[in-house]
């Protein structure tokens, strides 16, 4: 496969801050080492600064059911179908938080639910190309009985609208492309695998579950 190359392939010549807000945007200036030996010429790439993030794929094995979020997004606007988008509960990290308290902080400002286990799916880049942001994404066990409605911050303008779907109506969604973001295809793939080992081990837990209550 040849050498490997990191960051110290990377010459840094300069960086630039051309609109610094909610996001930053970079300029940088830059040359690397090439695969077959020497440097590139000096380059110009235009970086999207952002937060990491953290997705929650929210998964109730007893009913085999997944939680959906419904909201607007800008990004979206001139989407032919719709700029309202069904998504898994997400959210940026702040820096004094670890990503499994984002995780159970987002599911219950977006969906109003108590996150069980959580299991870390991946770690990975949505657009390397042209943004640093990486988002982690978890599997969250949730009981989806009584879940439902609208919830968000409302000081950062969100309205949430959240669905309970069935796995395969979920999957239906997906191949319709009606689930078209990384979080979904990420999420839906990893739980098709796992899905019956999962439903195993609930049904496993559930009479020790209901002998823990009854002795409460």
Not at 18 to 33: D, V
Not at 156 to 182: C, K
Request: glycine letters at 8%; proline letters at 4%; charged letters at 25%.
């Amino acid at each position: 496969m040849g050498p490997t190359l990191n960051r110290d392939d990377v010459e840094l010549i300069t960086r630039d801050t051309l609109y610094k807000g909610f996001f930053r945007l970079e300029a940088l200036e830059l040359r690397h080492r090439l695969f077959e030996g020497g440097w590139s010429a000096p380059m110009r790439r235009e970086v999207h600064n952002r937060h990491d993030a953290v997705g929650v794929l929210l998964y109730d094995p007893e009913r085999d059911a997944l939680i959906l979020v419904e909201q607007f997004r800008a990004g979206a606007i001139d989407d032919p179908h719709s700029p309202w988008k069904l998504e898994l509960v997400a959210g940026l990290v702040d820096k004094d938080e670890t990503l499994e308290n984002v995780a159970r902080r987002e599911a219950q400002e977006e969906a109003g639910c108590q996150v069980g286990q959580l299991t870390r799916l991946h770690t990975y880049y949505p657009s390397p190309g042209a943004c640093n942001e990486r988002v982690t994404l978890f599997c969250g066990l949730v009981d989806s009985q009584g879940v439902g409605g609208v919830h968000g911050v409302e000081d950062e303008n969100e309205d949430i609208r959240v669905h309970v779907v069935s796995f395969p109506a979920a999957w239906q969604l997906l191949e319709q492309g009606r689930l078209d973001n990384a979080m979904c295809l990420i999420g839906l793939h990893w739980l098709a695998g796992q899905r019956a080992s999962l439903r195993a081990a609930s049904q496993r837990a559930a009479p020790f579950n209901k002998d823990t209550k009854r002795t409460q």
